[in-house]
Protein backbone atom coordinates (compact mmCIF):
# COMPACT_ATOMS: atom_id res chain seq x y z
CA UNK A 1 0.00 0.00 0.00
CA UNK A 2 1.65 3.42 -0.81
CA UNK A 3 0.50 7.05 0.73
CA UNK A 4 -2.20 7.52 -2.09
CA UNK A 5 -4.01 4.27 -1.37
CA UNK A 6 -3.52 4.71 2.42
CA UNK A 7 -5.43 8.31 2.47
CA UNK A 8 -8.02 6.86 -0.17
CA UNK A 9 -8.79 3.96 2.68
CA UNK A 10 -8.35 6.51 5.60
CA UNK A 11 -10.78 9.38 3.89
CA UNK A 12 -13.67 6.43 3.19
CA UNK A 13 -13.07 4.84 6.67
CA UNK A 14 -13.35 8.00 8.33
CA UNK A 15 -15.80 9.88 5.95
CA UNK A 16 -14.09 12.46 5.42
CA UNK A 17 -12.34 13.94 2.12
CA UNK A 18 -8.96 12.85 0.45
CA UNK A 19 -7.62 16.32 0.96
CA UNK A 20 -8.74 16.46 4.39
CA UNK A 21 -7.32 13.06 5.41
CA UNK A 22 -3.87 14.02 3.43
CA UNK A 23 -3.41 17.41 5.61
CA UNK A 24 -4.21 15.80 8.72
CA UNK A 25 -1.41 12.51 7.49
CA UNK A 26 1.07 14.79 6.88
CA UNK A 27 0.58 17.17 10.14
CA UNK A 28 0.83 13.85 11.65
CA UNK A 29 4.20 12.46 10.31
CA UNK A 30 5.52 16.24 10.82
CA UNK A 31 4.57 15.51 14.53
CA UNK A 32 6.34 12.23 15.09
CA UNK A 33 9.59 13.20 13.06
CA UNK A 34 9.98 16.48 14.87
CA UNK A 35 9.30 14.89 18.48
CA UNK A 36 11.39 11.32 17.43
CA UNK A 37 14.63 14.09 16.13
CA UNK A 38 14.50 16.21 19.21
CA UNK A 39 14.83 12.89 21.11
CA UNK A 40 11.31 12.25 22.61
CA UNK A 41 9.79 8.63 21.67
CA UNK A 42 6.46 8.55 20.49
CA UNK A 43 4.39 6.16 21.75
CA UNK A 44 0.92 4.73 19.75
CA UNK A 45 -0.28 2.49 22.69
CA UNK A 46 -1.32 -1.46 21.06
CA UNK A 47 0.50 0.50 17.58
CA UNK A 48 3.84 0.87 18.83
CA UNK A 49 6.76 3.05 19.49
CA UNK A 50 8.67 5.40 17.02
CA UNK A 51 12.23 6.48 18.68
CA UNK A 52 15.98 7.40 17.91
CA UNK A 53 18.07 5.25 18.80
CA UNK A 54 21.74 5.15 18.90
CA UNK A 55 24.16 3.26 15.76
CA UNK A 56 27.96 2.36 16.82
CA UNK A 57 30.91 3.44 14.49
CA UNK A 58 31.49 0.15 12.89
CA UNK A 59 33.90 -0.76 9.26
CA UNK A 60 32.28 -1.63 6.52
CA UNK A 61 33.29 -3.26 3.05
CA UNK A 62 32.71 -0.60 -0.31
CA UNK A 63 31.10 -2.56 -2.34
CA UNK A 64 32.75 -1.96 -5.48
CA UNK A 65 36.19 -1.73 -5.03
CA UNK A 66 36.57 -4.15 -1.30
CA UNK A 67 38.35 -1.48 0.51
CA UNK A 68 37.52 -1.68 4.22
CA UNK A 69 35.96 1.65 5.07
CA UNK A 70 35.10 3.14 8.75
CA UNK A 71 31.28 4.17 9.03
CA UNK A 72 30.63 6.81 11.73
CA UNK A 73 28.38 6.69 14.61
CA UNK A 74 24.83 8.29 14.06
CA UNK A 75 21.64 8.09 15.43
CA UNK A 76 18.95 6.71 13.75
CA UNK A 77 14.83 6.08 13.65
CA UNK A 78 13.73 2.92 14.99
CA UNK A 79 10.27 1.94 14.77
CA UNK A 80 9.10 -0.81 17.52
CA UNK A 81 5.67 -2.70 17.12
CA UNK A 82 3.44 -2.72 19.82
CA UNK A 83 1.70 -6.37 21.62
CA UNK A 84 -1.63 -5.57 19.39
CA UNK A 85 0.20 -4.97 15.76
CA UNK A 86 2.11 -7.99 16.10
CA UNK A 87 -0.83 -10.37 17.20
CA UNK A 88 -2.44 -8.87 14.51
CA UNK A 89 0.30 -9.58 12.09
CA UNK A 90 1.19 -13.00 13.50
CA UNK A 91 -2.76 -13.48 12.60
CA UNK A 92 -2.87 -12.47 9.41
CA UNK A 93 -0.27 -14.69 8.82
CA UNK A 94 -1.58 -17.72 9.86
CA UNK A 95 -4.63 -17.21 7.86
CA UNK A 96 -3.06 -16.97 4.76
CA UNK A 97 -2.06 -20.51 3.13
CA UNK A 98 1.48 -21.09 2.49
CA UNK A 99 3.42 -20.02 -0.31
CA UNK A 100 4.90 -22.80 -2.57
Known amino acids: MNKSELL ?3 AEKT ?3 KAATGEFLDATIAVIEAAVA ?3 PVALVGFGTFKAAPRAAR ?3 NP ?3 E ?3 IAATTVPRFT ?3 GFKA ?3 GAKAKKPAKK
Open 68 to 70: KIS
Open 64 to 66: KTG
Open 59 to 61: EGK
Open 8 to 10: AAI
Open 88 to 90: MVA
Open 38 to 40: SGD
Open 81 to 83: AGA
Open 15 to 17: NQS
